[in-house]
């Protein structure tokens, strides 16, 4: 069943690349080419960070030319990069992923690839492809912090499976057959004998893509919408170290499911040498980036300088409710208090220190 959960968002990158849909704009490739335009006695657009984002060629041209969406991914993009360093290893990955695109691109366009990347590049405002995937990986870290944050909220589980299909899917009975009983009974028989779940699920499962690594499944949480409702349900019932009863999916079969993990600290453990947040948020819970961008925008410091209708704009098109608004406000009022009450503890030591 993994090769239906299991969502590669690389070949999504390729789909998006190939549809011309996703536009994305560098900053750094157009700050201090625009103009400001002047409002009221103001030159600025918004700002992030005490970095103003300013331009008549910024508001004409993207603004009502293009339309909303290029401002909305210029702002992704800006945010992204006063949160998240280039680092060598997203260069590498960049690289690679890069390399891909291009086989892609050949495989489809012929003699006409080069032509069609560097067309399709134009259109999203980049043009080199690996500074576009960069800026990609740094949204998808961004998004990873924000899962992170909100870990309790959005009941992240990392789990494991056993699968029984079906002895006939296109006949399933309400409960299971004899011979359905019989595949189950010898995975309940090896689990009861104090074989770890991991080798049951290597020997038993009739998942093939998940049983040569122990059926692990990943990190999955509340929203993720490509699991079976009933295995989603079942998952975030359980806490770690609990293996479920027999699951029955109508389009699957029946599972036996474990979780590896649901609080941080397991988690981290089960994951030292990669990002399960990100994982989690590339795979499984894609609805999470437009929160987390406008979450870390507000602890930034973000100011729109009375722009309304940029804000507001912004806003409806990333879904931000009120709600979302007062709460990442209250958050970033509380992390400076928590700031300026260290501040203050460190300098009354320091005053008592230097008095003593």
Avoid at 44 to 59: I, L, R, S, W
Avoid at 120 to 130: A, I, P, V
Wanted: contains cysteine; negative net charge; glycine residues 6%.
């Amino acid at each position: 069943m993994g090769k239906f959960f299991k969502k590669n968002w690389f070949v999504i990158l390729v789909v998006i690349l190939f549809a011309g849909i996703s536009i994305y704009y560098i900053y750094d490739t157009n700050k201090g080419k625009l103009k400001g335009k002047s409002s009221s006695g103001k030159d600025v657009v918004y700002e992030v960070d005490g970095e103003d984002k300013t331009a008549d060629d910024f508001y004409d041209e993207l603004y009502k030319s293009n339309g909303t969406t290029s401002v909305v991914s210029l702002f992704k993009q800006a945010v992204a990069d006063q949160s998240v360093s280039t680092t060598s290893a997203m260069k590498d990955t960049a690289k690679t992923q890069a390399a891909s695109i291009r086989s892609s691109y050949s495989t489809n366009y012929g003699t006409s690839a080069d032509t069609q990347l560097a067309s399709d590049l134009k259109s999203t405002g980049y043009t080199d492809l690996e500074e576009y995937l960069i800026e990609a990986q740094k949204i998808l870290k961004v998004t990873g912090e924000y899962a992170k944050a909100n870990f309790d909220d959005l009941q992240i589980h990392q789990v494991s499976y056993i699968l029984i299909k079906f002895t006939d899917s296109s006949n399933v009975t309400d409960t299971p057959t004899e011979d359905e009983a019989s595949r189950m009974k010898t995975v309940d028989d090896a689990l009861s004998s104090g074989t770890d779940f991991a080798s049951v699920a290597t020997s038993h499962s009739e998942d093939t893509s998940t049983a040569t690594s122990g059926g692990d499944l990943g990190v999955i949480d509340k929203n993720t919408s490509s699991v079976d409702s009933t295995f989603l349900s079942a998952t975030l019932a359980l806490k770690e170290g609990e293996t479920s009863g027999w699951v029955k999916s109508s389009s699957f079969g029946y599972f036996k499911i474990y979780c590896t993990a649901s609080t941080p600290d397991t988690l981290a453990a089960n994951n030292t040498s990669s990002d399960p947040y990100v994982s989690l948020v590339q795979k499984y819970d894609t609805t999470l980036e437009n929160k987390a961008i406008w979450d870390k925008a507000q602890s930034l410091g973000i100011d729109f300088h009375g722009n309304d209708d940029l804000e507001l704009t912004i806003k409806t098109s990333l879904a931000i409710t009120d709600d979302d608004s007062s709460s990442s406000d209250a958050e970033a009022s509380a992390s400076a208090s928590a700031e300026a009450t260290a501040s203050a503890s460190a300098s009354a030591e320091a005053t008592a220190g230097s008095s003593n």
